[in-house]
């Protein structure tokens, strides 16, 4: 329970890929399946076939970050006042926008102000499957979020949460019928496909690349 209770990690954690496999595409796999139905994964709303494709969506990631990562270091100091800001995740904001995305992750829509949603949270269970915008970020509850106390369990916080950061992110809640999408199984795909893509913004691979090099790169200061 205190691992669950734990939304957000201080370090990140290994991956424990098999080194005895050669190509990555085996080693995620691997991962993949030793977790997929893991308790800690927490993808709420995520189906099968969204839990495969997030290891590999992730590492798409981080090859791109990775490529525009050599071209950052050359142009930002790691001593810059960027970096400090980069590397001050209390005062930027950071910290707080990643607890309340653990919270949107782990209970979708619970910062939408749909009361359909929010009240059956509020009760403990939600049977739908959600398509929630997590790239959006909630401009206008930036006041509320910096001065929210994350301390505490979910049980604890989900009616603060529900209460005090409603946001604009966009929101669909719908009947998931499984059965249904296997018969569509490539059509169902294409759509998946074309959202991974849509998140993949030069924006973000220059934040994710920029916030690697402020952060591995400190210890060079001394």
């Given at each position: 329970?205190?691992?669950?209770?734990?939304?957000?990690?201080?370090?990140?954690?290994?991956?424990?890929?098999?080194?005895?496999?050669?190509?990555?595409?085996m080693k995620h796999f691997d991962v993949i399946m030793?977790?997929?139905?893991?308790?800690?994964?927490?993808?709420?709303?995520?189906?099968?076939?969204?839990?495969?494709?997030?290891?590999?969506?992730?590492?798409?990631?981080?090859?791109?970050?990775?490529?525009?990562?050599?071209?950052?270091?050359?142009?930002?100091?790691?001593?810059?006042?960027?970096c400090d800001c980069v590397r001050d995740i209390d005062?930027?904001?950071?910290?707080?926008?990643?607890?309340?995305?653990?919270?949107?992750?782990?209970?979708?829509?619970?910062?939408?102000?749909?009361?359909?949603?929010?009240?059956?949270?509020?009760?403990?269970?939600?049977?739908?499957?959600?398509?929630?915008?997590?790239?959006?970020?909630?401009?206008?509850?930036?006041?509320?979020?910096m001065s929210f106390d994350f301390s505490g369990t979910?049980?604890?916080?989900?009616?603060?949460?529900?209460?005090?950061?409603?946001?604009?992110?966009?929101?669909?809640?719908?009947?998931?019928?499984?059965?249904?999408?296997?018969?569509?199984?490539?059509?169902?795909?294409?759509?998946?496909?074309?959202?991974?893509?849509?998140?993949?913004?030069?924006?973000?691979?220059?934040?994710?690349?920029?916030?690697?090099?402020?952060?591995?790169?400190?210890?060079?200061?001394?």
């Amino acid at each position: 329970k205190q691992w669950y209770q734990r939304r957000v990690a201080i370090t990140a954690g290994v991956m424990g890929y098999d080194d005895e496999f050669v190509t990555d595409g085996m080693k995620h796999f691997d991962v993949i399946m030793l977790g997929v139905n893991m308790k800690g994964w927490h993808l709420t709303a995520f189906e099968l076939l969204e839990r495969l494709s997030h290891v590999y969506h992730m590492s798409e990631i981080w090859a791109f970050a990775g490529k525009k990562y050599k071209k950052v270091a050359k142009r930002v100091e790691v001593d810059s006042e960027l970096c400090d800001c980069v590397r001050d995740i209390d005062s930027n904001g950071l910290s707080k926008y990643l607890q309340l995305t653990a919270f949107q992750i782990r209970y979708p829509g619970i910062t939408s102000g749909n009361t359909t949603v929010t009240d059956a949270y509020l009760g403990g269970f939600l049977d739908y499957h959600i398509s929630y915008g997590l790239e959006e970020r909630p401009k206008n509850i930036v006041k509320s979020l910096m001065s929210f106390d994350f301390s505490g369990t979910d049980e604890e916080l989900i009616e603060d949460v529900v209460n005090n950061l409603v946001d604009e992110a966009g929101f669909e809640a719908e009947e998931h019928d499984i059965y249904e999408e296997m018969k569509h199984s490539r059509e169902h795909w294409e759509w998946c496909k074309e959202e991974l893509k849509g998140l993949l913004t030069p924006q973000l691979v220059y934040d994710t690349a920029l916030f690697m090099h402020c952060q591995l790169n400190v210890q060079k200061q001394f």
